[in-house]
């Protein structure tokens, strides 16, 4: 079991910047994928960006070049960088994790968050206005 807490989420204006944490506990020994995934109330959840225990990262297009995803392995902690926020980025945020061989990450995992994932934090709102 992996357990995870978001943190971070804010109301800021568009072109703003935020950073969100995802301290995870428990079973952190394992190698595990992690990732954010974000959701607009009325749509489908959507994956923001991956990065496995090797540290390769997979990013939506949406958020290319503006999202930095990282983590400390040291302290099991996962963190989003957001710069030049936009409205559109204004969404619940989820932290996610999944027990994979090797830690690695796949494009499925971006492309199919609720089907890959079956640790989830309970979410932090991120608000971008104009």
């Known amino acids: 079991q992996v357990q995870l807490v978001e943190s971070g989420g804010d109301s800021v204006q568009a072109g703003g910047s935020l950073r969100l944490s995802c301290p995870a506990s428990?079973?952190?020994?394992?190698?595990?994928?992690m990732g954010w995934v974000r959701q607009v109330p009325g749509k489908e959840r959507e994956g923001v960006g991956v990065?496995?225990?090797?540290?390769?990262?997979k990013y939506a297009d949406s958020v290319k070049g503006r999202f930095t995803i990282s983590r400390d392995n040291s302290k099991s902690t996962l963190y989003l960088q957001m710069n030049s926020l936009k409205t559109e980025d204004t969404a619940n945020y989820y932290c996610?994790?999944?027990?994979?061989?090797?830690?690695?990450?796949?494009?499925?995992?971006?492309?199919?968050?609720?089907?890959?994932?079956?640790?989830w934090g309970q979410g932090t709102q991120v608000t971008v206005s104009s």
């Open positions: 990065i496995g225990s090797d540290g390769v990262v």
């Open positions: 428990g079973s952190t020994g394992r190698q595990i994928c």
């Open positions: 996610v994790a999944k027990e994979s061989f090797g830690g690695y990450c796949y494009n499925r995992d971006l492309r199919d968050p609720m089907e890959q994932f079956n640790y």
